[in-house]
């Protein structure tokens, strides 16, 4: 049985007592009429509790609405005959109490929870939840991917993505079309896309915006699918986190109490954030990966070497004119050093970002991709998945992104292109990545590549500190911590 039809009648009960509590009182004629409808209101209840459980416990619950019954036909008889019933309404209200009681407590009442990502690759914000979910035997657990555009330079709607087959093989997967929301109306709909119609590179399908999907549930609620970082002042904050679908979720993920602080100075009720991690570091903490996964090409290019990942993120792409120039710098720099091979990952928006955004650098980009693939020991990441690239590379040179503070979890360096470690005196961490390396304090790629092949790192110790300071529930254990909330 659904959730929402056990709280359907749970409502239902008081009013039954209320018409009874009025027959007590009313004219005989009128009384008649009010427990007719009672009656009727009883069966009705009878009728949706057979439909929803198993015929052992309608049993159960079918001798006590019958007995309900027979009592709702005793009270008419006395009231026609002026008896009292005094005794036969206070037996009714023991009746429906114990049988509000047994429903808030039926084992075969089920949770349905949704998870309705977009973009494959950002599935990690989920997992843990999901796996949490699925093993608790009061849920009911659909993965319920969603289509999204690509937006056009003038914004309308471009290329469609439907991405469920990019999905782990272990995550069953049903067809959004197969799946009417308004119809299941399910308890708890987990969205990582915040963005709803304002997003300027990609839009989900309007049916699945916030405010349209928290039509047809009590708990609406968003996972970021990026980890927080650092923030000069709390519009700069604001600017990044006060997306759409704050208005319309019932509850938001965060990853700590300087997190929350921060979303409650920007103006977000309190009530609506919860504060328990990002499940995003359960993806690297709890990291299990079958060697199939890794593709024979890149089994072939990383062999006698140790691996570095390039991460290259959307931002400075917006900001900075020279960037494919510096990028292809980079890749070659990196891919001149024996001993080394590089992983290049773009981010999954980066191409059509450059399409939507930057129409005029997709020729460039196009070379530096096919310099990459045509080399000896450059891989191009564009799998679904972080996690390959993760577990294969010694170390890592990033963009300040979100993939570069949830790498930082599994020890490993990490030499960041933008920003300084002084900057942290000037900020607010929710996640205090400033105990990496910088560019920009100096440190050079050659000397971070030199660094992997010597297999030192001075810092290491001071980045799983910080690391430690900066959230809650780093053990790996976010996701059923979430979870358990959820369902609380």
Known sequence: MRKYIRDQVIELLPTVLEGIAYAKNAQSQQAKAVLSDCYAAVVSISEGLEAGLSEIRFHFYSNLLNKILDILEEINENIQTSNSVEELTS??????????????????????????????????????????????????????????????????????????????????????????????????IYIHNPYDQYNRVTTVHPHFYSYNLKQFTDMLIYVPYFISGAYVNTDA???????????????????????????????????????????KIDAIVNLELDSTSIPEEWSRKLENKKAIILNSS??????????????????????????????????????????SMRPTWQDEYKEILQLVENSSNGILDLSSSTIPATVVSAGMISDLSSWARQYIATGKP???????????????????????????????????????????????????RDLVNSGI????????????????
Not at 417 to 440: A, P, Q, W
Not at 473 to 488: L, R
């Open 314 to 355: 959307i931002g400075p792409l917006l900001n900075d004119p020279n960037y494919l120039t510096k990028l292809k710098m980079r890749i070659s720099e990196i891919l001149a050093f024996e001993g080394l091979a590089l992983i290049w990952r773009p981010h999954p928006l980066l191409a059509t970002t450059i399409t």
């Open 414 to 464: 990490v030499l960041l292109l933008n920003g300084k470690s002084e900057m942290k005196k000037d900020r607010t961490c929710v996640f205090d990545h400033f105990s990496c390396y910088f560019i920009y304090d100096g440190f050079s790629i050659e000397e971070f590549c030199q660094m992997i092949l010597n297999g030192t790192d001075v810092k290491k110790e001071a980045r799983m």
């Open 237 to 279: 904050f604001a600017d990044k986190h006060l997306t759409s679908c704050v208005k319309s979720v019932d509850k938001i993920i965060v990853q700590s109490e300087t997190h929350k602080k921060l979303y409650i100075e920007s103006g977000v009720e309190e009530q609506k954030l919860l504060a328990l991690g990002s499940p």
């Open 473 to 488: 529930n780093i053990d790996g254990t976010c996701g059923q911590k979430i979870h358990n909330s959820i369902v609380s």
């Open 91 to 188: 037996k009714a209200e023991e009746l429906f109490g114990l049988l509000e009681k047994h429903l808030l407590d039926e084992s075969e009442v089920k949770i349905e929870v949704v998870f309705m990502p977009y973009k494959a690759s950002m599935w990690d914000c989920f997992e843990s939840i999901w796996q949490a979910a699925k093993n608790d035997e009061r849920c009911e657990v659909t993965v319920v991917p969603i289509p999204y555009y690509d937006r056009n330079p003038d914004l309308s709607l471009g290329e469609y993505h439907y991405e469920k087959n990019d999905y782990p093989q272990y995550v069953p997967i049903v067809d959004y079309q197969e799946y009417d929301v308004s119809a299941r109306r399910p308890d708890v």
